[in-house]
């Protein structure tokens, strides 16, 4: 597993104040036999006016 740079939980907080939602830290699959991994998954929070 790689290790986090410095900068990891700085980007993190910074996303997450900006109303990203992180849902996976870190993002792991597979292609095949390849295995691949992510920094981060993440989704922005959709506001609804009105609701």
Known sequence: MSAK???HDAVKR???KERWVITDDPLR???G???????????QAIAIAGA
């Open 5 to 7: 740079d410095v900068f």
């Open 14 to 16: 910074a996303l997450q």
């Open 29 to 31: 699959f597979k292609v």
């Open 33 to 43: 036999n390849v295995n691949v991994q992510s920094a981060l998954h993440l989704r």
